[in-house]
């Protein structure tokens, strides 16, 4: 089932949100400690980048970048030992750019207790084609009630980064105009 806000443009195709969810497991080593023994957020934050990346290529049907990272969020720790999984979904999609929404989960790699959820992501990918230009994408078809959330959370957060954007440069425009150089 499509979303009605974004109807289908000429023939840009519609892929629904299953189309490119994935999920992507690694098993967290002492290579990837911080100075207090627990998992480098960085490598986290790469692991997500990667299961971001796959799922925007996969939706685009090609190359796609990331463009920001909206907001990155560590809920607990994550241990040497853990199996961490890291699930991606598109959230919502633009012309050429897609939110990519992103759960870590972690569980000890030798106990059979759930995985728990350990951080939360949420990326902005913008589908290139081979001279690096940006290039149309499908439009993202929520089919789940959950997907239609985030696919309305998703539109929220993207005002904000707009007008946060807007802000920012009319605030440095004032000040340059005034004189003050940065």
């Not at 990837?32 to 480098?40: F, R």
């Not at 920001?68 to 969020?73: C, T």
């Not at 589908?127 to 959950?146: H, S, Y």
Request: hydrophobic share 35%; proline share 5%; no cysteine.
């Amino acid at each position: 089932m499509t979303d009605q806000s974004q109807p289908p443009v000429g023939d840009i195709p519609v892929k629904p949100t299953s189309a490119s969810r994935t999920t992507l497991s690694h098993i967290m080593t002492g290579n990837d400690t911080n100075l207090l023994g627990t998992v480098h957020g960085g490598v986290i934050m790469k692991l997500v980048d990667d299961a971001a990346g796959a799922v925007a290529g996969r939706h685009s049907g090609g190359p796609a970048v990331t463009a920001s990272m909206d907001e990155m969020v560590f809920l607990e720790p994550v241990r040497v030992g853990d199996l961490v999984h890291v699930r991606a979904q598109v959230n919502w999609t633009g012309r050429s750019s897609m939110e990519v929404g992103v759960r870590v989960m972690a569980e000890r790699w030798n106990e059979s207790t759930p995985a728990q959820q350990v951080g939360s992501a949420y990326l902005v990918f913008a589908a290139v084609d081979e001279d690096g230009k940006p290039r149309r994408v499908p439009q993202v078809a929520p089919e789940t009630e959950r997907d239609k959330r985030r696919y309305q959370e998703a539109q929220i957060r993207r005002t904000h980064r707009l007008a946060r954007r807007r802000a920012i440069k009319e605030l440095r425009e004032q000040r340059a105009a005034e004189g003050i150089d940065d």
